[in-house]
């Protein structure tokens, strides 16, 4: 196994782990957690291609602005989940039922 | 790097990076906020006045912004953007000046650094849109200056029509914004190039196949519809009206509105070889003309009025370009920049003064407000087209242009409007200032930091023409890929009073004096009543109603159904989420491979 594999299996591993954490957990700071992981993931994945297509500046432009992009959303939910809390006494999903259209 | 090119860097970058510290000046002192984003304001304006010796060719200097996608910040110099730019920065220095006072008694219910931040925000980005020939440039500071639109109509956000009329405006507009990126994006797959100056190059080299070139001009004319309220998507402005006015008065009359007449006649010589765009061009601006002149015979707050007024006058520079009468659509762009922002904030004068909006609650305010009255007199016979006011040269330049092209049938629709302007402006100001005083109120002369940039505007649309020399001086020099031509002070004189358009000033100057001495009670009685006539008006053409029945509640009707999907179990959600991106992904597979 060369390294951009290794590489590649990190991507899916870290999507992976993301995605399960989005659907299996129910406190909502792990389902945070959950979306941070595979926007890592997603991250990496970049760094990746532009490894492949000889293009590392862009791929550090982009990625940069992912990262800060992550930051300003990870702020803004956290705020949301603090919001939440307030609201419904806890951070469990279930109690944000009553939200359903 | 040339200096005009620093002078145009410094008027954008200083409202832009210089709005914010408000918020730290006011912890000085709220004075000292104030004082510090007018004097920011001036310095802006004056920087723009500046940039007027260095008007040159365009495409002088511009600097790499995106290394990989070849985009570049280009500064582009030529008579229109630095026009435009004098405008927005002028109006904007003269409209923070009148909101020293104005704005006062705001601030014990709202930020005044929000507002003043946004304004200069706003000036910024107007500028910037104004002065770059990149097309991805203009695109993101024309996003600045709609967002600046919308925060500052809902800037009074306990008022309960606020917020929705901002979310309005906001939606509206994004409908013709959506047109225009996308019609970048295809003239950029299309020309391979973001400037419009290549465009149109490349256009014209016959190397842009004719079906993406009229996709992307149709969404270009989406894109100036919107932005510039010309029918359909012109329900925005009227509502637009619950902002504070000096912001009505800068952005909704003289600045942001006109990026999209802007944009037309940027593009003009990109899309001019399809043969349906101008007619569709010129078709929408007469059509906007006629029905918004007609609308605002029937409104009875004093800023909606204006509003369908804006409307009506842009669609008459919407229609120049079409016609292909860029200069004159410039030149009224100009004009009415400076007389409307002087009717809005005389509105705002009386508005703050009388504490109403409504004109049957006014009359009679004219022996009480005289220096508003006589700047009102001006700005309304400016935009009547009296002579020598500046509304009469260029209006008359945009008609007597349109009839030498020979674009005669909308040309009819423009001169039917412009007697229904003289009626609602005379029916304006009839209410307005004369009549019986119907105000318990006490009414007295607006402070002297609101009457000053009144009196400028004033004088300024009442002189503006004698600049006519120097402002085409550099047109054909600077705009050589564009059907524009020199004109000095005496030919501007001679085309004025010879062309054929002359005789309608002389009946629309007589209607006036009908109006005032036979017709008085009849023009303001027949539109307060409702009978057939008047009640598509008092409706205005029900194109409201039409959105919300249709589109508003159709929408709603239709995702209703969908409801069920709603579990509001964040983890079915995105069991959901995921499912579609597995789908996504396996689709993008059998397709790509």
């Given at each position: 196994m060369n390294l951009w594999q290794l590489y590649m299996l990190a991507v899916i591993v870290l999507i992976g782990v993301g995605i399960y954490c989005l659907l299996a957990r129910r406190n909502i700071v792990q389902v945070l957690i959950g979306i941070e992981i595979i926007a890592k993931g997603v991250t990496l994945s970049f760094i990746l291609a532009g490894f492949f297509q000889g293009n590392e500046h862009i791929a550090q432009a982009i990625v940069i602005t992912i990262i800060l992009i992550e930051a300003i959303t990870a702020a803004v939910a956290m705020s949301l989940v603090v919001v939440a809390n307030r609201h419904t006494g806890s951070i469990d999903v279930k109690d944000l039922r009553k939200l359903r259209g | 790097m040339q200096s005009g090119t620093l002078i145009a860097i410094l008027a954008i970058l200083i409202p832009i990076v210089g709005g914010p510290f408000c918020y730290l000046v006011e912890k000085i002192s709220s004075r000292a906020r104030t004082v510090y984003a007018v004097l920011l304001a001036f310095a802006t304006g004056a920087l723009t006045l500046s940039l007027i010796p260095h008007i040159r060719q365009a495409n002088a200097e511009s600097f790499l912004w995106i290394r990989g996608l070849n985009v570049n910040v280009s500064i582009c110099l030529d008579s229109f953007s630095v026009y435009v730019a004098v405008v927005a920065g002028c109006i904007g220095a003269l409209a923070m000046l009148y909101s020293t006072r104005y704005m006062e008694e705001a601030e014990h219910d709202y930020s005044l650094s929000r507002y003043y931040w946004q304004a200069l925000l706003f000036i910024g980005g107007m500028i910037g849109l104004a002065l770059t020939s990149n097309?991805?440039?203009?695109?993101?500071?024309?996003?600045?200056?709609?967002?600046?639109?919308?925060?500052?109509?809902?800037?009074?956000?306990?008022?309960?029509?606020?917020?929705?009329?901002?979310?309005?405006?906001?939606?509206?507009?994004?409908?013709?914004?959506?047109?225009?990126?996308?019609?970048?994006?295809?003239?950029?797959?299309?020309?391979?190039?973001?400037?419009?100056?290549?465009?149109?190059?490349?256009?014209?080299?016959?190397?842009?196949?004719?079906?993406?070139?009229?996709?992307?001009?149709?969404?270009?004319?989406?894109?100036?519809?919107?932005?510039?309220?010309?029918?359909?998507?012109?329900?925005?402005?009227?509502?637009?009206?619950?902002?504070?006015?000096?912001?009505?008065?800068?952005?909704?009359?003289?600045?942001?509105?006109?990026?999209?007449?802007?944009?037309?006649?940027?593009?003009?010589?990109?899309?001019?070889?399809?043969?349906?765009?101008?007619?569709?061009?010129?078709?929408?601006?007469?059509?906007?003309?006629?029905?918004?002149?007609?609308?605002?015979?029937?409104?009875?707050?004093?800023?909606?009025?204006?509003?369908?007024?804006?409307?009506?006058?842009?669609?008459?520079?919407?229609?120049?370009?079409?016609?292909?009468?860029?200069?004159?659509?410039?030149?009224?762009?100009?004009?009415?920049?400076?007389?409307?922002?002087?009717?809005?904030?005389?509105?705002?004068?009386?508005?703050?003064?009388?504490?109403?909006?409504?004109?049957?609650?006014?009359?009679?305010?004219?022996?009480?407000?005289?220096?508003?009255?006589?700047?009102?007199?001006?700005?309304?016979?400016?935009?009547?087209?009296?002579?020598?006011?500046?509304?009469?040269?260029?209006?008359?330049?945009?008609?007597?242009?349109?009839?030498?092209?020979?674009?005669?049938?909308?040309?009819?629709?423009?001169?039917?409007?412009?007697?229904?302007?003289?009626?609602?402006?005379?029916?304006?100001?009839?209410?307005?200032?004369?009549?019986?005083?119907?105000?318990?109120?006490?009414?007295?002369?607006?402070?002297?930091?609101?009457?000053?940039?009144?009196?400028?505007?004033?004088?300024?649309?009442?002189?503006?023409?004698?600049?006519?020399?120097?402002?085409?001086?550099?047109?054909?020099?600077?705009?050589?890929?564009?059907?524009?031509?020199?004109?000095?002070?005496?030919?501007?004189?001679?085309?004025?009073?010879?062309?054929?358009?002359?005789?309608?000033?002389?009946?629309?100057?007589?209607?006036?004096?009908?109006?005032?001495?036979?017709?008085?009670?009849?023009?303001?009685?027949?539109?307060?009543?409702?009978?057939?006539?008047?009640?598509?008006?008092?409706?205005?053409?029900?194109?409201?109603?039409?959105y919300n029945r249709i589109i508003v509640r159709g929408l709603f009707g239709f995702w209703q159904r969908f409801r069920r999907v709603q579990t509001g179990d964040l983890n079915y959600n995105n069991v959901g989420i995921v499912i579609g991106f597995i789908a996504l992904i396996i689709i993008l597979f059998v397709w790509g491979i």
């Amino acid at each position: 196994m060369n390294l951009w594999q290794l590489y590649m299996l990190a991507v899916i591993v870290l999507i992976g782990v993301g995605i399960y954490c989005l659907l299996a957990r129910r406190n909502i700071v792990q389902v945070l957690i959950g979306i941070e992981i595979i926007a890592k993931g997603v991250t990496l994945s970049f760094i990746l291609a532009g490894f492949f297509q000889g293009n590392e500046h862009i791929a550090q432009a982009i990625v940069i602005t992912i990262i800060l992009i992550e930051a300003i959303t990870a702020a803004v939910a956290m705020s949301l989940v603090v919001v939440a809390n307030r609201h419904t006494g806890s951070i469990d999903v279930k109690d944000l039922r009553k939200l359903r259209g | 790097m040339q200096s005009g090119t620093l002078i145009a860097i410094l008027a954008i970058l200083i409202p832009i990076v210089g709005g914010p510290f408000c918020y730290l000046v006011e912890k000085i002192s709220s004075r000292a906020r104030t004082v510090y984003a007018v004097l920011l304001a001036f310095a802006t304006g004056a920087l723009t006045l500046s940039l007027i010796p260095h008007i040159r060719q365009a495409n002088a200097e511009s600097f790499l912004w995106i290394r990989g996608l070849n985009v570049n910040v280009s500064i582009c110099l030529d008579s229109f953007s630095v026009y435009v730019a004098v405008v927005a920065g002028c109006i904007g220095a003269l409209a923070m000046l009148y909101s020293t006072r104005y704005m006062e008694e705001a601030e014990h219910d709202y930020s005044l650094s929000r507002y003043y931040w946004q304004a200069l925000l706003f000036i910024g980005g107007m500028i910037g849109l104004a002065l770059t020939s990149n097309l991805l440039v203009m695109y993101v500071f024309w996003e600045v200056i709609g967002f600046c639109s919308y925060a500052l109509i809902g800037y009074y956000y306990h008022q309960p029509e606020a917020v929705p009329a901002g979310t309005k405006a906001f939606i509206v507009t994004r409908l013709g914004d959506i047109g225009f990126l996308a019609g970048i994006l295809i003239l950029w797959f299309a020309a391979g190039s973001l400037n419009v100056f290549e465009i149109i190059d490349a256009v014209g080299g016959g190397s842009v196949s004719p079906l993406l070139l009229g996709l992307a001009g149709a969404g270009f004319i989406a894109g100036a519809v919107g932005k510039s309220a010309q029918f359909p998507l012109h329900v925005w402005l009227p509502d637009a009206m619950v902002a504070p006015t000096t912001i009505t008065s800068l952005i909704h009359a003289a600045c942001l509105v006109n990026a999209g007449v802007y944009l037309l006649a940027r593009s003009y010589p990109i899309f001019v070889g399809l043969g349906w765009w101008p007619v569709a061009v010129v078709w929408i601006g007469a059509v906007t003309a006629f029905l918004a002149a007609t609308i605002a015979l029937t409104e009875w707050d004093i800023k909606r009025v204006l509003a369908y007024s804006t409307i009506s006058q842009l669609g008459y520079m919407v229609a120049a370009v079409g016609g292909g009468a860029l200069m004159a659509s410039q030149f009224h762009l100009v004009s009415h920049g400076i007389f409307k922002a002087l009717l809005f904030l005389c509105a705002g004068a009386i508005i703050h003064m009388a504490g109403t909006k409504n004109m049957r609650e006014m009359g009679g305010l004219g022996k009480y407000m005289k220096i508003t009255h006589i700047c009102s007199i001006f700005g309304l016979l400016s935009l009547v087209g009296i002579p020598v006011w500046t509304g009469f040269f260029s209006k008359d330049m945009i008609m007597a242009n349109l009839l030498e092209n020979g674009v005669i049938a909308p040309l009819v629709l423009l001169i039917i409007a412009t007697f229904f302007t003289a009626a609602y402006s005379w029916r304006l100001y009839w209410l307005t200032f004369r009549g019986k005083k119907r105000t318990k109120v006490k009414v007295r002369e607006a402070p002297y930091p609101m009457t000053v940039p009144l009196m400028v505007l004033a004088l300024a649309t009442f002189l503006f023409w004698i600049f006519i020399t120097p402002y085409t001086g550099k047109m054909v020099l600077s705009l050589p890929q564009y059907p524009v031509s020199h004109i000095n002070l005496a030919e501007l004189f001679h085309h004025s009073f010879t062309s054929p358009i002359i005789w309608v000033t002389l009946l629309v100057a007589i209607l006036l004096v009908v109006f005032t001495f036979r017709w008085r009670a009849s023009v303001v009685s027949t539109f307060r009543d409702v009978s057939i006539v008047t009640l598509p008006l008092q409706r205005a053409y029900w194109v409201d109603t039409f959105y919300n029945r249709i589109i508003v509640r159709g929408l709603f009707g239709f995702w209703q159904r969908f409801r069920r999907v709603q579990t509001g179990d964040l983890n079915y959600n995105n069991v959901g989420i995921v499912i579609g991106f597995i789908a996504l992904i396996i689709i993008l597979f059998v397709w790509g491979i």
